[in-house]
Every structure is written in structure tokens, then in C-alpha cells.
């Protein structure tokens, strides 16, 4: 991963992690998670309920890929996007970039996404 923004980025791997972090994820309105496993799932879950925008991207098929196969998974990815989850699969970042306060991602595609 490039870009002079790549120290910024934070890893969820535990609660212990979460707690390291958490005034930081309080504090944003734009969440973009890299990963659409278990736990990437249940972050987008629990922070888009809490009103934030969220943006998963998953460099699989679909979510979870790893744990389900496909038809187990599509209904949960329905009711993500419907909660207002956006879900990029087949893609994932490449470089993160300072743009004033927030953060820009680009990903392999070339697509940009803002996040605090």
C-alpha cells in the first residue's frame, strides 16, 4: 500500500484493538473497511446503524468468502446495501492519501473513497 496516509490506517483484529481506538472511530462519519470478513461485517453492522457512512471492500467474491459459501452469504450483503452499507467486492485499496481532514483510498480499480 502507498501513500503518505498509510500510517493512519487502523487494524481491528480484537476488542482490545477497538478499545485502542475507539475515540478515533467515535469521532468519524465516513468508515471504510477493508475486508468484508466476520468481523469486517459486523463493524460495517454496528457503525452504520450508529448513522455513520460505510464502505466495505472486499478483494473476494463476496463477503465472507472465506467462511460461506455464496447463497449463505446474499442475504446478508441484501440487507447491508438496504442499511446503506455500500459493498465493493473484487477490488481493495492500493494507496491512502491525506485530503485535508479526511482520507482519500484508492483502490485497484481506480475508484476514490473518502474516509475520516
Do not use: W
Not at 67 to 89: A, N, W, Y
Amino acid at each position: 500500500m502507498s501513500g503518505d496516509a498509510v500510517g493512519e490506517l487502523v487494524t481491528l483484529n480484537s476488542l482490545e484493538d477497538y478499545r485502542a481506538y475507539q475515540q478515533r472511530i467515535t469521532n468519524a462519519k465516513r468508515i471504510l473497511i477493508m475486508g468484508g470478513g466476520l468481523i469486517g461485517t459486523e463493524l460495517a453492522m454496528d457503525h452504520v446503524t450508529s448513522g455513520k457512512e460505510v464502505q466495505i471492500l472486499e478483494p473476494s467474491v463476496h463477503l465472507m468468502s472465506n467462511l460461506m459459501p455464496h447463497f449463505v452469504v446474499t442475504e446478508q450483503e441484501k440487507q447491508l446495501r438496504s442499511d446503506g452499507v455500500q459493498i465493493e467486492c473484487l477490488d481493495y485499496a492500493t494507496a491512502i492519501e491525506h485530503d485535508g481532514t479526511s482520507l482519500i483510498v484508492t483502490t485497484k480499480k481506480g475508484t476514490q473513497y473518502q474516509a475520516d
